[in-house]
Structures are given as C-alpha cells and as structure tokens.
C-alpha cells in the first residue's frame, strides 16, 4: 500500500490557507496550477471508477490523500458499491443507522436514495468549491437538515466571486438539477486540461452561502457558450410523494445520521 504522506487533502489545503497570496511559483502547493491539478487527479480516479461500474459516493477532500509528489488519490472506499447490473444503486431503507454525507449529495439522493455515476459528479462539483476555498465548509451556517431541505428545493452553494468564469460553469455544470445534464468524469477531464490554471484561490467566502435555484440548463459541451434555458427543471420520479425529514443528528464532519435514510409519511412502491 503506498504510503501518502501528506494526509487528507482537506487538512493539507486548510494547513496552506495562509501562504495564500498573489505572486507564488507554479511549483508551490497551492498554486494554480497545482489547484487545478490535483481536480484533475480526482476527476481521473472518478473516470477510473465509472468505467468499472462503481459509485463512491463519499467524494469529499477529507476523502482524497496526497502522496510525496502531491499527486491526489481517491480513498475511503467503504460506502462505494457496484453497479453492474443496473447504472444505479438504490439504498436500502431497512438498514441500520448509518451515516451520509448529505452535504455532499445532489438533491436526487436527498430525495430517493439514488446513487449513480452522476451523482459522484455532484460531490465532484463540492470538491472544487473545498478546493478553491481551501477546506471551507459546504453550506455555512446551515445545519444539516437546512441543507436538505435547501438541496431538494434547487438550491446550491453560491460560487466564490472570484472563480474563473470557466470554473463557475464547470461547477454549475456538475449541479445541475437533471442528473442526466451533468458531464461525466471523462468530460470533465478533457475540459479542465483545456485551462492548466483554471483553479484558483477564492477566500472571499460569504457567510450566506446559499445560491436559490435557477431554470438555466447547462450543457457540457458548450460550457464555453453558457446555453440558457426557461424550462422549468422536470419533475423527480416521486415528486407527488410526501417526503419528510425528523430531527437529524450529525457528526463534525458533514455527515447525518439518518434511519432510514427517508422517512415517508406514506408507503412507497419501486
């Protein structure tokens, strides 16, 4: 096993949050360049994992070590499964307590415990934002059951001010409500190896980091021509469902405590 010797990249961006300052070296641990390579490690594991048919579903910094030559890799792989058989894997509601990391996850998890290639690219789209914020915390000032009730109803992180414009649409490309709009790692590869300093530090983070929903639709490819669209986002498998969440303990990582993961007022069948 290889050894990783500088830790979790969640602990090793918030140990460098003070050599963040305009003129420093390509070759320093938190230049643009090496910003924007280590998404490009964490994309290319995510790649590696779709093509085998297996969802992580706890992509996080705290989640990702960095070894020796500050190459990120992908770790924690106790809450990945297989998707061989179908594109999806569905949580199994009569299981014990256990843990999610709900702010992390896209509002069709949040919704009908649906796990899919595409929903490892949502938590990809928060990883960005930890990157280029250097470990700040998704969704400041929210307790965990806000952020579902945030999530389910369109609503995302608002996007440091500072980020590059392509930057900007590549996150909002991985938020987007339609699982089905959002690039795949592959894409999301090739996209960002277009821009070598495409991340950058963002410090000014808002206290309110919450951006309310939008119609805008956006496509992978013309993510350098931001299409816009007024359809209204379509409506979820279960959207006649009534969904409620009780009071949800949480650990100081992000993760809820959830049993099950929904709770339904009435039953539903799959």
Not at 144 to 169: C, E, H, W
Not at 219 to 242: A, R, T, Y
């Amino acid at each position: 096993m290889e050894f990783m010797l500088h830790g979790d990249l969640k602990t090793f961006l918030l140990a460098r949050r003070n050599m963040v300052r305009e003129n420093i070296s390509d070759e320093c641990d938190i230049s643009c360049k090496r910003l924007t390579l280590y998404a490009i490690d964490i994309a290319k594991g995510l790649s590696y994992l779709a093509k085998r048919k297996y969802v992580h579903r706890d992509i996080a910094c705290r989640n990702c070590l960095v070894n020796s030559d500050r190459v990120v890799k992908i770790s924690d792989f106790g809450m990945a499964r297989p998707t061989f058989e179908s594109d999806y894997y569905r949580y199994n509601r009569k299981g014990m307590r256990k843990l999610f990391p709900v702010r992390w996850m896209p509002p069709e998890t949040l919704s009908l415990g649906i796990f899919t290639t595409a929903s490892d690219i949502w938590s990809f789209g928060i990883v960005l934002y930890e990157l280029i914020s250097f470990g700040s915390y998704p969704y400041q000032g929210l307790t965990n059951s806000q952020v579902l009730d945030y999530v389910k109803s369109g609503n995302t992180i608002k996007i440091p001010f500072k980020a590059k414009p392509q930057l900007k649409r590549l996150i909002q490309a991985c938020w987007s409500q339609d699982a089905a709009h959002r690039p795949s790692a592959t894409e999301i590869v090739e996209y960002i190896s277009k821009y070598p300093r495409l991340l950058s530090a963002c410090l000014d983070i808002p206290l309110k980091v919450i951006d309310m929903k939008s119609n805008k639709t956006y496509d992978f490819e013309g993510l350098d021509k931001m299409i816009q669209s007024s359809d209204e986002m379509e409506k979820m498998v279960c959207s006649n469902s009534s969904l409620t969440f009780s009071s949800i303990p949480t650990t100081p990582d992000g993760y809820s405590i959830m049993t099950p993961l929904l709770t339904h007022q009435k039953r539903m069948n799959f």
